[in-house]
């Protein structure tokens, strides 16, 4: 599966934004899909990812409450509402397919693509 993410930009803490993902590929109604997010000196940290069958979402425990992903098939986009913004959400932030366990936990990263990059100032 392909993916490109957009949307994302420089907000003042507190501000939200919506990143944005088109995934193309032939088998992508059956893929997992989520967002990551690097910053500079950190390792890769899950965000959200929703299940291509459906069901609850799963987010890291850092974006619990502010984040909201979803997801439609229609238009082979998912969505990141990203509120409440902090600058230690400053990263870039990918779109991937994910593998989850039964448990929703990341197990492994299939693919992503290009990130955006999202800057929060204080």
């Known amino acids: 599966v392909q993916l490109q993410a957009s949307g994302g930009g420089s907000v003042q803490a507190g501000d939200s934004l919506t990143l944005s993902c088109v995934a193309s590929g032939r088998t992508l109604i059956r893929e997992n899909l989520g967002w990551f997010r690097r910053a500079p000196g950190r390792e890769r940290e899950f965000v959200a990812a929703?299940?291509?069958?459906?069901?609850?979402?799963y987010y890291g425990d850092a974006v619990k409450g502010r984040f909201a992903i979803s997801r439609d098939n229609a238009v082979s986009t998912v969505y990141l509402q990203m509120n409440n913004l902090k600058p230690e959400d400053t990263a870039v932030y990918y779109c991937?397919?994910?593998?989850?366990?039964?448990?929703?936990?990341?197990?492994?990263?299939?693919?992503w693509g290009q990130g955006t990059q999202v800057t929060v100032s204080s």
């Open positions: 991937a397919a994910i593998v989850l366990t039964s448990s929703g936990i990341p197990a492994r990263y299939k693919s």
């Open positions: 929703l299940r291509w069958s459906g069901g609850s979402p």
